[in-house]
């Protein structure tokens, strides 16, 4: 008989960068991944969730819209999934959705998520968990990150410090000590893709700077830099996290209105810098680091293929081996989507999903609503 702890959980996560929908089948202890897919938004579901990261008009009749778009594209890939890549068979437990982040506030006590549950329920007649963030908010925290337990279960290693450092529309580092004597922590550090991106696509018409080549070819602009790491954000203490309401495009050309003209490939330089420059000041200013020795520093998220961004963080971070994910078994394009199916597993076992030390919650918190 298929126990709950061996069945199957899809995970669906989409991120800040925009770029699609994550799914991923997995089953936990031992972790086994089953199946794999990723769905590019339609331009025009795109463009509305892009919308709605800001104030606007008719919001509330704009997001009941994307709401249920984005939902019956969710429903499509868990069924793709399902019926494609051999999973019929098995038993599916859950459906994890993380749905997408439209506005985070945690000053305010509240982070929406859209991709409305009960659809999916309906479409796939799976039962789905789904607004993970809002009962560690009401516990007193911020929400985010939320990877951090996942991160301690796959990542913690008995001997080696490592830090689990998640490369998506925003950046997040997971500190995991050697050993379990002390306690994991982890918050943002602020933009990744998300402003590359943005740049990128609004300049080139590419969604993302592919391998870093157009970055490659521009110079970073010391001043720029300078200005944008000026920002409030960074020298918030921790626990905090960020978003698209603090970093966009509008955001970046506000500050280039106080420059001089920069080129837009020096511009595109200056943003991957800043990425290495504020993950690795956190790293370097975190409890884990010393100056006499480091760890390890494991990448995931779509950062991790950014070969310039890569290679500016192992420049700035001399005492750290980078690794990518994909060498403990789980390639770095699925992380987050794996870490929201395993808080679907805790959520269907009643155990806690959030980190207080993370997210700064007063107390641990099973996370997740369900919609059967």
């Not at 920002?231 to 970046?252: V, Y």
């Not at 330089?269 to 290495?276: G, P, Y």
């Not at 700035?316 to 992380?335: F, K, M």
Request: glycine share 10%; aromatic share 8%.
């Amino acid at each position: 008989m298929t126990t709950v702890s061996s069945g199957v959980y899809i995970g669906v996560m989409s991120g800040t960068s925009l770029d699609g929908i994550d799914l991923v089948a997995v089953s936990f202890e031992p972790l086994s991944v089953h199946a794999t897919l990723t769905l590019p938004f339609e331009e025009s579901l795109r463009d509305a969730l892009l919308a709605l990261t800001q104030p606007g008009d008719n919001e509330i009749e704009r997001m009941g819209v994307a709401d249920v778009a984005l939902a019956k594209a969710i429903a499509a890939g868990v069924n793709t999934l399902k019926h494609d890549k051999a999973l019929t068979g098995k038993d599916i437990i859950a459906v994890a959705s993380h749905g997408q982040t439209i506005r985070h506030r945690p000053d305010s006590g509240f982070s929406l998520q859209i991709g409305d549950p009960n659809w999916i329920a309906e479409l796939t007649n799976l039962p789905v968990i789904a607004d993970f963030r809002r009962r560690d908010m009401a516990a007193g925290g911020q929400g985010a990150p939320l990877v951090p337990a996942f991160h301690q279960y796959l990542f913690q290693h008995s001997t080696i410090p490592r830090i689990v450092l998640n490369l998506g529309g925003i950046a997040n580092i997971t500190l995991l000590p050697a050993g379990n004597d002390h306690p994991v922590s982890g918050y943002d550090t602020g933009p990744a893709n998300l402003l590359m991106d943005a740049w990128c696509q609004y300049h080139t018409g590419a969604l993302f700077d592919r391998d870093g080549q157009w970055a490659s070819m521009g110079t970073i602009h010391w001043g720029l830099l300078e200005l944008l790491l000026s920002h409030e954000f960074f020298s918030r203490p921790a626990p905090k996290s960020t978003g698209r309401e603090e970093f966009h495009r509008h955001w970046l050309e506000q500050q280039l209105q106080q420059l001089e003209p920069i080129s837009a490939q020096d511009v595109q330089a200056t943003l991957v810098r800043f990425t290495a420059q504020t993950v690795a000041d956190a790293i370097r200013h975190s409890d884990l680091s010393n100056d006499e020795a480091g760890g390890e520093v494991w990448l995931c998220g779509g950062g991790a293929f950014n070969p310039l961004l890569c290679q500016q963080l192992a420049e700035l971070l001399p005492n750290w081996v980078l690794r990518q994910t994909s060498e403990a078994g789980l390639a770095p394009q699925w992380v987050e989507a794996t870490a929201f199916a395993w808080l679907g597993w805790r959520r269907i076992q009643g155990l806690p999903g959030n980190m207080p030390a993370v997210t700064g919650a007063q107390h641990p918190r099973v996370l997740g609503m369900l919609s059967a």
